[in-house]
């Protein structure tokens, strides 16, 4: 059974960095809004491919909550019935979360894609809580940890409504991301403690303390990148295909993320310097470093390349990683066999 829960923590693991690639995507394809209602999609399980597919159609049998387009509104079916020969505005009510009505198959299958990588997630989740249960009398920690897990799937679930029903609204964008993140550090510290792949470095406190500086660091560089991502949103909206007027009257904070990467990076190499004295570097150190050569990469690449549509999303995925990657080598260097 402890098998079974690794590999369900492992799953859950790499899915939720999927639901993030995924995210990104959808968010620098615009296709935030391909699925205007929540969980279903134009009132659909499986979306429309067609646009027709939303037409009001003569003796056509609708189900309840079923969605058409009409006047370029959405319009919800009360009720299962069959349509007559003339349209009945009084078997329909209107979409009342906001005024969005565009359909477009391209972005419907993007969210599409998206939600269901999260609907699969959540399925993993649950099992994963479901074999932690083998651990209740050898460590309950790991049990409550699957639940807040659990739980924080459930939550991530409604805040990607209430961002669908914003219409988009950054701060709400902004507050699901953070939210992925903090299921995805529940998911490496469990992974930590049921592992127990440690670092015996007790006595060398200065790289402990350098770690936890640079982990900071990464969380500051995070926080001013969502509120860059804020600012592209916004310039995004105003500026539709325009690339080069988006950073044309960029805020101060957008400076000071360009400049702290290398803050972050100096940090990582001094820390690398340091493992090095003790003739022993970490895999996941490494892979740190790797990582954060290719974010300042992908950064300069949008910066001077006017955003390639790959680097935005791909941006956003080394950032994920990198903050995983940390937490798993502060977990190695703190975390004690108590949970043996």
Not at 134 to 150: A, D, E, H
Request: proline share 3%; charged share 15%.
């Amino acid at each position: 059974m402890n098998n079974k829960f690794v590999f369900s923590l492992k799953a859950s693991l790499v899915l939720i960095l999927l639901v993030i690639a995924a995210g990104a995507t959808v968010r620098v394809t615009g296709s935030g809004m391909g699925c205007p209602d929540w969980p279903k999609c134009f009132g659909y399980l499986i979306p429309p491919t067609e646009k027709s597919q939303l037409k009001w159609k003569t003796e056509f049998f609708y189900n309840t909550n079923e969605v058409i387009i009409i006047n370029e509104s959405l319009r919800v079916a009360k009720s299962n019935f069959k349509s007559n020969k003339n349209y009945n505005s009084s078997n329909w009510a209107p979409y009342l979360k906001h005024d969005y009505s565009v359909f477009n198959v391209y972005h419907t299958w993007i969210e599409f894609i998206n939600r269901l990588i999260g609907a699969i997630a959540g399925v993993v989740t649950l099992s994963m809580f479901f074999f932690s249960l083998s651990y209740w009398k050898k460590n309950k920690i790991v049990v409550f940890g699957s639940l807040i897990v659990l739980l924080g799937m459930g939550f991530q679930a409604w805040l990607g409504k209430e961002v669908v029903d914003s219409n988009l609204l950054p701060l709400k964008i902004t507050i699901h991301m953070l939210m992925a993140l903090i299921i995805l550090a529940l998911l490496v510290w469990l992974l930590n403690i049921t592992t127990y792949n440690l670092i015996n470095l007790k006595k060398n406190k200065k790289i402990i303390y350098i770690t936890i500086t640079a982990f900071c660091l990464t969380l500051i560089q995070i926080f001013s990148g969502t509120q860059v991502r804020q600012f592209i949103d916004l310039q995004m909206n105003q500026y539709p295909n325009q690339y080069e007027l988006w950073l044309k009257f960029a805020p101060i904070k957008f400076y000071f993320h360009r400049s702290f990467s290398i803050l972050v990076f100096a940090t990582h190499l001094f820390l690398w310097l340091e493992f090095k004295k003790n003739t022993f570097i970490p895999f996941s150190l490494k892979i740190i470093i790797s990582l954060i050569g290719l974010e300042i990469f992908t950064g300069v690449l949008m910066y001077y390349l006017d955003f390639p549509i790959t680097t935005q999303p791909i941006h956003l995925f080394l950032a994920t990683l990198i903050f995983s990657a940390q937490l798993h080598l502060l977990f190695q260097l703190t975390l004690t066999n108590k949970y043996k």
